[in-house]
Structure formats: structure tokens, C-alpha cells
């Protein structure tokens, strides 16, 4: 039973760490300077800061981007281009911001 538990712990810590501050997670973010600022501190009033949002409020306007039930300039487009992984990547590591 113990073996399991441990190597169910194994088997999640690399999502952990790619949730957190990993250098993939941090790639990802990366995309997002341009318009969000670096690290999701955004200078302009016209588009949102990421940094210290809720995980999961990103991961749901991220997805209504995707599918369309939210509108928007071009973030409808670049959202289609991440998987449901990289999306809480992204929000797992301007979360973390602060």
C-alpha cells in the first residue's frame, strides 16, 4: 500500500513542478509579456495584469477564449494554440506572481 502511495506522489510531482516556477511553465508565461507585461505585470489600463489572479479564474477565461464563449481581439486565436496542461501551466505560474 505504502508503494503505491509513493509512487503515485512520483508520479504527480513533475506536473507540481511545472505548475509552480519550472522553466517550462515559465516559457509559457513568456508568450504572454508582449501584451501582459513580464511576469503578467501588465503597464496599460487597456490590458488586464495576470500576476495574483486565481488559477482558476485564468484557466476559465483562458478556455472561454478557446471555445469561443468569450470574445476578444486576438486572445480567441492564441488560446486555441494551448493544450488543457499548458493552460493550467500558465495559470498555475501567474498565480504564483505577485
Known amino acids: 500500500m505504502n508503494r503505491l502511495l509513493i ?20 516559457s509559457l508565461a513568456a508568450t504572454c509579456a508582449s501584451c501582459h507585461g513580464t511576469d503578467g505585470r501588465s503597464v496599460t489600463k487597456e490590458v488586464i495584469g495576470l500576476a495574483g489572479l486565481p488559477k482558476d479564474h485564468i484557466v476559465a477565461q483562458m478556455k472561454a477564449f478557446r471555445d469561443g464563449s468569450r470574445q476578444a481581439t486576438v486572445m480567441h486565436q492564441i488560446a486555441k494554440g494551448y493544450s488543457d496542461a499548458e493552460i493550467a501551466a500558465i495559470a498555475a505560474y501567474f498565480s504564483q506572481r505577485r
Open 7 to 26: 509512487a503515485a506522489a512520483f508520479a504527480a510531482a513533475p506536473l507540481a513542478a511545472v505548475a509552480q516556477d519550472s522553466p517550462a511553465a515559465r
